[in-house]
């Protein structure tokens, strides 16, 4: 419930640190208060709302209190209108994206003193928001008919609120609006990840995933409050301005700050040393909720660090740049090496293999930020186009994931055998993706995000970088081939194998199982969207090569 | 000289045709046949669709080629420039010179006799509708590489044939290919990647992708730090494609492992993407990084030149177990080693001859392995002692044409002068013995003894292998007892050479005792059911049957081979037919596009 009004909260929150800004550091924030009362004559105080630039966020947590409530009144056999529910809400807070393309939008501004907004609308949150949005809508369209089994009321107005804070997180100019839109994206993650009643894995996945999580935002709000402290603002910009000239006292402070920040925004990440939480996770949690975890929740992590680090620590390039790029080349490392050490026949080992390629994907995700620190900002776009082509495919494989799950419970690899004879449409797809992933033609999109990555790192002179990621490349393709090849074996053999496992299953193979309705779609969605940017990677390379702030 | 004027925009469509036709042939080969074109039945439909398609660019191919302006072939021509990804400055830019018009007219000849012979000898294995999709994607790959002038397209066109030969190997190939396909695909992959990062630094460095920029540049937009590094990384990935000695290990395996078709094109088309960027992109782009590593390629290659032969001879031993086709992998080791030093001598001559070597190499051992192939279906296995062993007259004796074309494969492989082989040995050791400027000259005049010692050894075991496979080992060893072919163990092959023409190896129609059916008629009907199936009736064969008659050439396989050996004799009678195509535009990409 906190959750839900968090998105509020965070836009209420918004307000305080104008004023607390305007008077020198340690000047009392209640004076302040009282003074926004007192002093009739001094511009207004109270900030300026663009409805508009907030609607999509705004919507979403709208939406969430409405399927909330809702629930209360709907019988039971209607309940599957929430979720069309909360699908028509996700669509018209994308379609509310068209009028903000432009990028030039601000709102939350402080009225008086320095030019700082809380609430930004650039191309990179324009972005950012529709690959959120887009993956919580897709999420939805996985997760429509799994949850007969799950409390329906429950679990939409937890995904809606999560991927509200989702959406207000790229937006946020000012480090609580940010601390405040991260907590709002993850706190419903935890319930989701255990709201599979009396499982004992996922009630585990949860707990994990919530320790490691709270983990990550103390020690950030701690790194948050050392560099208030320090600067005396909370404005990204503002810190950025301030950290150049940080009284020598404070010093120490503003490093510890901006090193704690970044280690709880490489929890967040999953990055290297702190991504032991994310396998466990995933395989714990309902399928969706695996595939909106390894797509929103990593787009969250990462907006989130590079706000912090582009925008707010620029001067400390020469600190976290070094720092990212060698957890980028750790991550990805560990990633693969642990997804090539996966056994086929391990049950769910899928979504396992799924989850550490999303943690050597995170590594790749991490090195255009770290490039940026070396060369200019721009870097961050081939982040941001490797983000976007990831989401489509990697959501893409979870939805064949999910699929394969309806016949096969035990989602292990060795199920995927075959599966251009009973499905040839799913395993051409799954197929597609993983190629994608891998980054090897046909799945042109994934091979050129993998370019910009790599051209990001030639350019910043990172060479070093760039060779790590290469041997991380031919790691990866390794096992996505494998996974790929079998699709296309013969099915000999692999029934016998899994037949007496699953004490149900025989008596439903014969008959061909139907895929449901919005399973297909999502499917359909992911690989033409996947096809056409292979057509046409433009769409999402161009931002690449532009400023996106 | 142009033969017949054809206007540019038509020469335009026709090379973006060429690319982009067998793409759309392979999707359309997974969809079901519209009505009209069912065919017999979906198998021989989707075969006969490959055949179309690749018929079709291969006419497209000679048009163009006889389109192209021979009086210019050092100038771009049919050029298509348009902008695709402008992020990366990715542009579809197409074209052809003398150096590319015969690789790209000898791919889309040899795919469309790989996919004619499938059409009368189904490969092995699943469904044929895969088979004929990956054989089009791979062609349109390689087409593609030929015919690209962007790094970053070049190298998408270089990885798109990766996936296709996978399969290709993996699920059609015999014994042992599934770790074949997993080699094959990780030693390139890992090259390629490294490759990539070369190409990024030289793109981002000098500021264009643009091969033809590039190339007029002549490496001056690039410091010489920057060009050996970029040398280094793409050389490295294009050696392991060509493939160079220490990096050759992959290329047995996948070739032996491979099925005919598979062979052929990896043999004829594939390896030459490797020498084919060594002479478009590192040698133009990077003239100074070339310098450096011109001596070390050349040490590899006369290394691979002498290691690949002496390899041949070691399989071609009696009693070595040696595998035919592995032998003939390993000879293009050493063949593709001559290739390599023609280009590591940087100079017109050594390059001409490494091209011409390249187009020699893919029609002969591209005809080496159809025979092969061939021999191996007849046979059940490729083996040479079994073949050598067994067969007393061998191939002479049995399928008299057959053997005549296994010879004279072989001696066209060997570099008999005449023959297509010859001149291109002979123009790279004339480039070794006087290198370019800056160049060793003793290194290399040692490189060309050895390299010289080198076709001695080829010429060696290729006699070797034409004396024991077509004449048969003349102290026969006692003739096995029929007691061993009536077990039941029939599947063991090898061990029951005397009965060849059991069933359980698959025959061609004509092999069988009552030839009734032809050649044309039933392919498709041709026993291609496991020999498990049809073992029974083996113990119930005659006893011992005197080694009788193998099939010999079918009409589909004259038809096949006909072309490449025509062009062999072609190309060793006539050499100034490929030599006039690429020595302009050889000397304009050495010159830095000066001339």
Request: proline share 43%.
């Given at each position: 419930m906190t959750a839900a009004l968090g998105a509020t909260a965070g836009t209420l929150i918004a307000h305080s640190p104008g004023p607390a800004a305007v008077p020198a550091p340690g000047g009392p924030g209640i004076g302040a208060t009282a003074g926004s009362l007192a002093a009739a004559d001094a511009p207004s105080l109270v900030q300026s709302i663009d409805w508009l630039a907030i609607a999509p966020p705004t919507l979403t947590a709208l939406a969430a209190l409405v399927v909330l409530v809702a629930d209360l009144f709907l019988p039971a056999p209607r309940k599957r209108l929430l979720g069309y529910g909360a699908l028509t809400a996700l669509a018209a807070a994308l379609a509310l994206l068209i009028p903000l393309r432009a990028g030039d939008r601000s709102t939350f501004c402080l009225t008086t003193g320095v030019q700082a907004c809380s609430y930004t609308v650039d191309h990179f949150t324009v972005v950012i928001q529709a690959l959120v949005l887009g993956g919580a809508f897709l999420t939805v369209l996985l997760s429509l008919d799994d949850t007969r089994r799950l409390p329906a009321g429950e679990y939409w107005f937890l995904l809606l609120a999560s991927a509200s804070g989702a959406a207000l997180l790229p937006a946020a100019r000012d480090l609580a609006t940010l601390v405040v839109a991260l907590e709002v994206a993850s706190l419903p993650a935890f319930a989701l990840v255990g709201i599979k009643r009396g499982d004992r894995r996922s009630s585990e996945a949860a707990l994990k995933f919530f320790l490691s999580s709270v983990v990550a935002t103390a020690v950030m709000l701690l790194g948050v409050s050392f560099v208030y402290a320090s600067t005396g603002t909370l404005h990204l910009t503002e810190i950025a301005a301030r950290l150049d000239d940080v009284t020598p006292v404070l010093d120490t402070l503003a490093k510890t700050g901006v090193t704690l920040t970044l280690v709880g925004f490489a929890f967040k990440t999953a990055a290297a040393p702190f991504h032991f939480w994310v396998p466990d996770t995933y395989v714990g949690a309902p399928l969706p909720i695996a595939a909106y975890l390894s797509v929103v929740g990593k787009a969250v992590g990462f907006s989130g660090l590079i706000l912090v680090t582009v925008v707010a620590f620029p001067s400390y390039a020469d600190v976290w740049g070094p720092a990212l790029a060698v957890l980028a080349a750790l991550t990805m490392t560990v990633g693969n090496v642990a997804a090539v050490r996966q056994r086929a026949d391990r049950a769910r080992s899928a979504v396992r293999l799924l989850a550490w390629s999303s943690v050597a994907q995170a590594g790749y995700l991490l090195v255009p930020i770290a490039a940026a620190a070396y060369s200019s900002d721009e870097q961050i776009g081939s982040t941001v186009a490797y983000a976007l082509m990831y989401a489509v495919v990697n959501l893409g494989a979870f939805a064949v994931a999910a699929l394969v799950s309806r016949t096969h419970p035990g989602n292990r690899l060795t199920d995927y055998r075959g599966l251009y004879a009973t499905r040839p449409l799913a395993a051409l797809a799954l197929g597609f993706f993983l190629l994608c992933l891998a980054g090897l033609p046909p799945g042109i999109i994934g091979l050129f995000a993998k370019v910009t990555v790599f051209s990001a790192a030639v350019d910043a002179g990172l060479g070093w970088l760039a060779v790590v990621m290469a041997v991380n490349v031919v790691i990866a393709l390794y096992y996505y081939l494998q996974w790929t090849a079998s699709l296309f074996r013969t099915p000999e053999g692999a029934p016998e194998t899994a037949a007496p496992d699953t004490g149900e299953e025989p008596r439903a193979r014969p008959r061909r199982f139907r895929a449901p309705t919005p399973l297909t779609t999502a499917i359909v969605l992911t690989a033409a969207a996947g096809i056409l940017l292979s057509g046409a990677p433009q769409a999402v390379l161009r931002f690449a090569s532009v400023s996106l702030f | 000289m142009t033969v017949i004027d054809i206007s540019p925009s038509v020469m335009q469509f026709l090379l973006a045709f060429i690319v982009v036709g067998p793409l759309l042939g392979a999707v359309a080969a997974l969809l079901p046949a519209p009505p009209g074109l069912k065919g017999r039945n979906p198998d021989q439909a989707v075969l006969r669709h490959g055949v179309t398609v690749t018929g079709a660019v291969l006419i497209a191919a000679i048009v163009l080629a006889v389109g192209f302006d021979h009086d210019h072939p050092a100038t771009m021509q049919a050029t298509t420039d348009i902008s695709w990804i402008p992020a990366l400055d990715v542009r579809i830019h197409l074209g052809i010179d003398g150096i590319s018009l015969p690789l790209l007219v000898l791919t889309a000849l040899l795919t469309f006799l790989c996919a004619l012979y499938s059409y009368f000898k189904p490969p092995a294995g699943p469904s044929p509708k895969a088979f004929v999709a990956l054989v089009l994607l791979l062609e349109s790959g390689t087409l593609a590489t030929f015919a690209v002038l962007d790094l970053l397209l070049f190298f998408l066109a270089f990885e798109m044939v990766l996936i296709p030969m996978y399969f290709l190997i993996n699920r059609w190939g015999g014994d042992q290919r599934q770790a074949a396909a997993w080699k094959f695909i990780l030693y390139t992959l890992l090259g390629s990647v490294v490759m990539l990062l070369g190409l990024l630094l030289v793109g981002l460095k000098s500021g264009t992708f643009d091969m033809v920029a590039l190339a007029t540049d002549n490496g001056r937009g690039l410091t010489t730090s920057v060009q050996v590094i970029a040398v280094l990384a793409i050389g490295l990935g294009l050696a392991v494609k060509t493939p160079m000695w220490p990096l050759h290990s992959w290329l047995p395996d996948a070739h032996t492992a491979a099925p005919t078709v598979g062979s052929v094109l990896l043999a004829g088309v594939l390896l030459k993407m490797g020498t084919y960027g060594f002479v478009r992109i590192l040698l133009p782009a990077a003239p100074d990084g070339m310098r450096t590593f011109a001596p070390y390629l050349a040490a590899f290659a006369v290394v691979g030149i002498v290691y690949g032969s002496l390899a041949c001879l070691a399989l071609a031993r009696t009693g070595a177990k040696g595998d035919l086709k592995r032998l003939i992998a390993y000879s293009s080791v050493g063949h593709m080693g001559f290739v390599l030093l023609g280009i590591a001598t940087m100079t017109p001559t050594g390059v001409n001859g490494a091209l011409f070597a390249n187009i020699a190499h893919g029609l002969i051992t591209g005809l080496l392995f159809f025979l092969v192939g061939a021999v191996k279906d007849r046979y059940g296995t490729a083996d040479l002692d079994t073949l050598a062993g067994a067969t007393g007259a061998a191939l002479y004796g049995r399928a008299p044409r057959l053997g005549a074309l296994l010879a004279f494969a072989a001696v066209a492989s060997l570099g008999l002068p005449g023959l297509a082989g010859f001149w291109g040995e002979m123009l790279t050791l004339f480039g070794a013995y006087s290198p370019a400027e800056g160049l060793s000259r003793p290194a290399f005049r040692t490189f060309m003894a050895i390299g010289a010692f080198g076709t001695l050894l080829t010429a060696a075991y290729m006699l070797i292998v034409v004396r024991r496979v077509c004449m048969g080992e003349h102290a026969l060893p006692a003739r096995t007892t029929p007691a061993t072919t009536p077990t039941p163990s029939a599947a063991s092959a090898p061990d029951a050479p005397q009965a060849p023409a059991a069933p359980g190896t698959p025959q061609p129609p004509a092999a069988t005792p009552a030839p009734a059916a032809s050649p044309t008629s039933g392919p498709l009907q041709a026993p291609t059911t496991p020999g498990t199936l049809q073992a029974p009736p083996t113990p119930g064969?005659?006893?011992?049957?005197?080694?009788p008659q193998l099939a010999d050439v079918q009409p589909y396989e004259a038809a096949a081979w006909t072309p490449l050996v025509a062009l062999t004799v072609l190309a060793g009678l006539w050499p100034a037919v490929l030599l006039g195509l690429t020595d302009p535009a050889v000397q304009k990409l050495l010159s830095g596009g000066k001339s």
């Open positions: - | 064969a005659p006893q011992a049957p005197p080694a």
